[in-house]
């Protein structure tokens, strides 16, 4: 196939991304292993105005394309998790009197998955349908993220990793350094918009899910020596992940606390008192409305509010 821009709509000097165009033959020849494609250039689009030409073959499929696009070190091998299922749905059918009646049809849906996790924090994603990018995700990337959060919580419980007062990791946690590229093939995909860009097709979440779960827990519980090992590396590192994440919020909120003690205003009747001398600190009970009342925080005798106007109206006064 051939064929040449139009000028009356690119302008003169318009030309190919030569990056662009390696990207997706790269990205192609991953997806689809055996296949070989040769970008060519005749018109000096490369590097300083040089020509030539870039072949691409990958056998390894998916597998190498996660490797290709990890950045850090890993920490278990590159998991790969294939599996499939059946849906029906009702779509209209040409009957043979020229008619479409709606009919009741079972599609099959494939499911391939290339994941594994690294040192690092990012998570790097790519999700497919039929070789179709779909960079904005849609019901099969749900369905991964949902099976990896599940299984994960069920493996930490049933081993005790986590602790009984303890939340379960999200899903932040479970893909915190993880690299994934999910692949789903099936007959006449529904996408959301004209670009195609998400993925519609209802059944692929519980399908998706079903597979990564059983495949998942499978390696997550195995019992060979280094496959358990890498497994307990991954959740050791997914409860890490969520320890840091919580004592982070904590951390946070103290902060909002602390500023909102300190940036109070208060109304020009009264006065803000402090003093780290606590024979000098006191507490005043008095009457009135909750914003004459100003009690200081536990364990910290330091702090001390105290106002002109309340100290002739105090009921009792004591010290701490």
């Not at 790519?126 to 993220?145: C, L």
């Not at 994440?245 to 003690?261: F, P």
């Given at each position: ?311 002739r109206s105090s009921t009792s006064r004591s010290r701490p």
């Amino acid at each position: 196939m051939r064929y040449w821009a139009d000028r009356q709509i690119f302008l003169k000097e318009a030309k190919l991304a030569l990056d662009t165009l390696h990207q997706r033959a790269r990205q192609t020849a991953f997806l689809v292993p055996g296949l070989t494609i040769v970008v060519r250039d005749e018109f000096g689009l490369g590097e300083g105005g040089s020509k030539g030409e870039e072949s691409f073959r990958f056998d390894g499929g998916i597998s190498e394309f996660c490797e290709f696009l990890a950045a850090d070190r890993p920490v278990c091998d590159t998991l790969r998790f294939t599996g499939q299922g059946t849906f029906k749905e009702t779509v209209p059918v040409l009957d043979e009197h020229g008619q479409m009646t709606p009919t009741e049809v079972t599609r099959e849906l494939g499911v391939d998955v290339a994941m594994r996790w690294g040192t690092g924090y990012d998570t790097t994603f790519r999700s497919f349908v039929n070789i179709i990018a779909t960079p904005k995700g849609g019901t099969h990337v749900a369905g991964f993220e949902q099976a990896v959060a599940k299984t994960m919580n069920e493996v930490l419980r049933t081993k005790k990793m986590l602790r009984v007062a303890e939340d379960d990791i999200v899903k932040d946690d479970a893909l915190e350094g993880l690299t994934a590229v999910v692949t789903v093939r099936l007959a006449e995909p529904q996408f959301e918009g004209q670009t195609k860009e998400v993925l519609g097709t209802s059944a692929a979440r519980r399908i998706v899910n079903t597979v990564i779960s059983k495949e998942l827990k499978a390696f997550l519980t195995s019992t060979k020596r280094d496959d358990a090992q890498q497994a307990r590396v991954v959740m050791e590192k997914a409860v890490a992940a969520a320890r840091t994440r919580i004592a982070a919020r904590q951390h946070k909120d103290a902060q909002r606390r602390k500023t909102a003690l300190e940036s109070s205003s208060l109304p020009a009747k009264l006065a803000d008192c402090r003093s780290d001398d606590v024979d000098r600190s006191e507490l005043f009970i008095v009457e009135g409305t909750p914003r004459s009342a100003r009690r200081s925080s536990p364990g910290t005798p330091s702090s001390r509010r105290c106002c002109r106007s309340a100290a002739r109206s105090s009921t009792s006064r004591s010290r701490p």
